[in-house]
């Protein structure tokens, strides 16, 4: 149970004071709390909050990249506004303040989940684009949280200036890397192909599988079937000499066909 004392350590964290204290303990509040899996006016959650959270979280951050980056395209903006504001990166964020400590929630295995990404950060400092599991209650209490000092507070310039320090490190347009599906995507683009991802015995192994022009160029094994895509694609991408190779040899049987034709047509000339 959250107590008092707690309460008012959430707060030394952000470093708000709320006037409505009951905000604060519903934001900090997973459904399951009350033997439940859906929300209702009896037993408040911190979904409301939540949702609130992330709309204004979304507005508060592509502000700052908005005139930060004058130049830039609404694509690379979108992408460092995802950087900044995904699951995994809000998670990092809950994890580092410990805001996973005053969570009133009847979920099983939790902790288990919170240690398991802790162990998996250390390969990924800063953001590992989908490749490793971030436990979505940490995202949410901490758009809960951002929710919660919008309504109480009722200015988004005091949520700014709550949560911009509690959001570091900032991901800049130097440090945005790429989702290995999107970057897979791209080069094969380029080289006149796309990939083929293949699940079809998910239900057996948890593998993903990649294919560029019908020859595997990359696999991997996991839990959770989207991470097991993107780790399939960056095991392409750090192969990426036999990835090349599968090119030249797509290059090659284009040229093939390419002259077979030719020489029909040179046939029906003559």
């Avoid at 709309?55 to 980056?69: A, Q």
């Avoid at 509690?166 to 897979?184: D, M, W, Y």
């Amino acid at each position: 149970m959250v107590s008092e004392s707690s309460l008012e350590e959430v707060e030394l964290i952000l470093g708000y004071e709320f006037k409505d204290k009951n905000l604060l303990l519903q934001a900090f509040t997973h459904v399951s709390f009350h033997d439940s899996d859906k929300y209702s006016e009896k037993h408040t959650s911190y979904e409301r909050l939540e949702l609130m959270g992330d709309s204004v979280l979304n507005l508060l951050m592509i502000r700052k990249l908005f005139f930060l980056y004058p130049k830039l395209s609404p694509g690379k903006l979108t992408y460092l506004r995802s950087d900044n504001t995904d699951n995994e990166k809000l998670a990092r964020v809950a994890f580092k303040q410990g805001l996973h400590r005053f969570l009133r929630h009847k979920k099983p295995h939790l902790e288990q989940s919170i240690q398991e990404f802790e162990k998996a950060m250390v390969d990924y400092p800063l953001h590992s684009h989908r490749l490793i599991r971030a436990p979505k209650i940490l995202a949410d209490v901490l758009e809960a949280a951002i929710g919660a000092v919008f309504i109480d507070s009722n200015s988004i310039e005091t949520v700014w200036k709550v949560f911009e320090d509690v959001l570091e490190p900032f991901i800049s347009l130097e440090k945005l890397g790429e989702n290995p599906v999107t970057t897979l995507l791209e080069i094969c683009q380029k080289n006149g192909c796309k990939p083929r991802y293949d699940t079809e015995s998910w239900d057996k192994d948890q593998t993903a599988r990649v294919y560029v022009k019908d020859c595997l160029v990359g696999k991997a094994t996991f839990g959770k079937k989207d991470i097991a895509i993107n780790r399939a694609a960056k095991d392409a991408l750090d192969n990426i000499d036999q990835t090349y190779l599968v090119f030249s040899m797509h290059e090659k049987d284009q040229k093939s066909s390419d002259e077979v034709l030719s020489e029909e047509e040179n046939n029906e000339d003559s």
